[in-house]
C-alpha cells in the first residue's frame, strides 16, 4: 500500500516569521518522514550547537533579521570571577557569568542578625550609603533608582564635637544626594546578580590563578584545591590578589603569583589599607538627644561616624520606636587592635570587647545613650584602600592575558570609584569581544 501522502508544511521566507505554532508542525512533519541528508546535517549541526553551549566563548558576527545589525555573544558555561558592577555591562552582551565571594552574611552583602528573642535585625555593616558625582555612574544609579533598586536617603547629617558635646556643621539639605539600596545595600548585588545569564556563588574563595598559554585561558582553583574550571577573561577585585597580605589572612600564597607578571606586580603588589571595625548597636527607643540621622565625629580617639540605619528608606523598625544604629571606628583605634590581635578572623572575645569599647565611647558622649538591646561588632581589616592604582584607566588592564583588576583600589575608596572601575574594566572586555557597550 503507497503511504499517504502527508500535507506539506509551508516554508516561509522573510519577511513572514515561522510562528511557534508553525514551527512544532514542522518539527513533527520532518519527524515523521525519513531523514534526509539535509535533515541529518541540520540535527547534527544543532547537536554541535548544544554540546558547544555554555562550554566556549565564541563571538558569532551574525546579521540580524528583521534590519537589526548586531554582534551577538553566545551564552557560554565559562565565567568570569569579578566585581559585581561588570556582570550588568556584560549581561548586556549575553555573556554568561559567575562570580565567587569571600564573605556571605545570610545574603549578599548587608547583615542579618537575630537577637535572643528570635527578632530579625538587619543592619548596613559595610558603606553605610554612598554619593555620585561621575556622569557615567550616574547614569548607572539613576538605572538602579528607576528600578527601585536604589533609594534617595533624605538625611540630616552633621560633625559631633567629643570635646565640646556639641553638634555643629549642620549639612545644608539636599546639598548631597545620599543613595541607599532598598531594602538594604545588598539589593544592588542581588539585582545584577540576578540578572540572566548570571551564575552566581558565594563562599568559594578562588585561591589560584594560572595563566595557561597555549590555550589563551585561566585555570581557576579555590583555596582547598577544587578546580573551579577555566575561563576566557578573569575579573578580580580583591586587592589581596598578588599581595603576601593573602598570606597572612589565609596562611597560602596569593592567587595570582606576580612574579610571573612583572609589569602587573610594579601596581598590584601591596596596596596600603585602612581598617575600621564597624559597631551594630540597637536600642527600644529613638536616640531623644541626637537631631540628625547620620554625624561624624571630631575629638574622637575611636569613633569617627555614627549612622541612624533604621531611618533610611524601606528599613523601619519592629516595633516603630526602637532604632538600629551603626557605629564606624576610626583607622587609628583599629590598626592598633588588629596589631595587637594579628591579621587573622578575631575571635568572639575580642570582637564583644571591641563592641563594648565603642559603645563607651558612644555613652561617653553625653547624648543620654541608653543601654542596647542589641550590639555586635564586626572587622573590616582592609576598609579604604589607600591609594588608587588603575590611573587614567580606573582598572588594570593585560589584554594579552584577558586579565582585569577592578575595585575601589583602582578608582576611588568608595562605591562610586568601584561601580566606575568596574564600568571601566568591562568595557575593555567587551572591546575584545566585539560587543557595543551596555552604556
Ligand atoms: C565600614 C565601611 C564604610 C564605608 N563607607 C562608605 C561610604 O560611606 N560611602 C561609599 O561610597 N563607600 C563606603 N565604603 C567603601 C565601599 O564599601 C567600597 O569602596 C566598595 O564596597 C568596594 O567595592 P569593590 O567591588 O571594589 O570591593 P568589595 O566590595 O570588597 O568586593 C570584592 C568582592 O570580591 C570578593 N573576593 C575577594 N577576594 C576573593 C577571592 N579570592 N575569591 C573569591 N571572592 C573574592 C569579596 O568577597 C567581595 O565580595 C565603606 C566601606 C566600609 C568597609
Redesign the pocket.
Known amino acids: 500500500m503507497r503511504p499517504r501522502k502527508r500535507p506539506a508544511v509551508p516554508r516561509l521566507r522573510p519577511p513572514y516569521r515561522a510562528t511557534p505554532l508553525l514551527r512544532r508542525a514542522r518539527f513533527q512533519a520532518s519527524s515523521r518522514r525519513e531523514a534526509s541528508s539535509h535533515d541529518l546535517r541540520r540535527r547534527e549541526s544543532r547537536r554541535h550547537w548544544w554540546r558547544n553551549f555554555g562550554r566556549r566563548v565564541r563571538v558569532a558576527p551574525r546579521r540580524a533579521r528583521r534590519g537589526r545589525d548586531a554582534l551577538r555573544l553566545r551564552p557560554r558555561r565559562r565565567r568570569a570571577?569579578?566585581?559585581?558592577?561588570v556582570l550588568d555591562q556584560l549581561t548586556h552582551c549575553n555573556c554568561r557569568v559567575l562570580?565567587?565571594?569571600?564573605?556571605?552574611f545570610g545574603g549578599i552583602?548587608g547583615r542579618r542578625e537575630v537577637m535572643e528573642d528570635g527578632t530579625e535585625l538587619r543592619f548596613d555593616?559595610?558603606?553605610?550609603?554612598?554619593?555620585v558625582t561621575n556622569d557615567e555612574v550616574a547614569q548607572v544609579v539613576g538605572g538602579w533608582e528607576a528600578r527601585g533598586i536604589v533609594a534617595e536617603w533624605k538625611a540630616m547629617f552633621a560633625c559631633f564635637d567629643r570635646a565640646t558635646g556639641k553638634f555643629t556643621d549642620f549639612e545644608k539639605e539636599g546639598s548631597t544626594k545620599k543613595y541607599v539600596g532598598v531594602p538594604g545595600m545588598n539589593s544592588i548585588?542581588k539585582s545584577l546578580c540576578s540578572e540572566d545569564g548570571v551564575v552566581a556563588k558565594f563562599g568559594?574563595?578562588?585561591?589560584k590563578m594560572d595563566w595557561l598559554q597555549d590555550r589563551s585561558s585561566w585555570s581557576l582553583a579555590?583555596?582547598d584545591g577544587k578546580d573551579l574550571g577555566n575561563f576566557d577573561y578573569v575579573v578580580?577585585?580583591?586587592?589581596?590578589?598578588g599581595s603576601p597580605r593573602?598570606s597572612g589572612l589565609t596562611g597560602r600564597p596569593p592567587?595570582l603569583d606576580l612574579s610571573l607578571f612583572p609589569r602587573l606586580s610594579v601596581m598590584v603588589q601591596d596596596i596600603p589599607v585602612r581598617p575600621?571595625f564597624?559597631l551594630m548597636v540597637a536600642f527600644s527607643e529613638p536616640l531623644a538627644m541626637v537631631p540628625v540621622h547620620g554625624f561624624s565625629f571630631n575629638n574622637s580617639d575611636s569613633l569617627s561616624?555614627a549612622f541612624c540605619d533604621s531611618s533610611k528608606p524601606g528599613r523601619a523598625c519592629v516595633p516603630p520606636n526602637r532604632q538600629s544604629w551603626v557605629l564606624?571606628s576610626t583607622a587609628e583605634y583599629a590598626s592598633k587592635v588588629i596589631n595587637h590581635i594579628g591579621p587573622r578572623k578575631p575571635s568572639v572575645d575580642a570582637l564583644a570587647k571591641v563592641a563594648e569599647e565603642l559603645f563607651r565611647e558612644f555613652q561617653a558622649t553625653g547624648l543620654s545613650i541608653p543601654q542596647p538591646i542589641f550590639m555586635k561588632a564586626h572587622r573590616?581589616g582592609?576598609?579604604?584602600?589607600a591609594i588608587a592604582i588603575g590611573g587614567d584607566d580606573k582598572c588594570v588592564w593585560d589584554k594579552s592575558m584577558k586579565l582585569a583588576i577592578?575595585?575601589?583600589?583602582?578608582a576611588?575608596?568608595?562605591?562610586?570609584?568601584?561601580v566606575l572601575?568596574?564600568m571601566r574594566g568591562a568595557s575593555k572586555i567587551m572591546g575584545c569581544l566585539n560587543c557595543p557597550s551596555g552604556l
Open positions: 570571577h569579578g566585581a559585581a558592577e562570580t565567587d565571594r569571600l564573605q556571605f552583602g555593616h559595610g558603606a553605610p550609603y554612598f554619593t548585588c568559594v574563595t578562588v585561591g579555590s583555596l578580580a577585585t580583591d586587592k589581596n590578589v593573602f592567587p575600621c564597624a561616624w564606624h573590616w582592609g576598609a579604604f584602600p577592578c575595585g575601589d583600589f583602582c576611588s575608596p568608595s562605591i562610586e570609584g568601584a572601575s568596574a
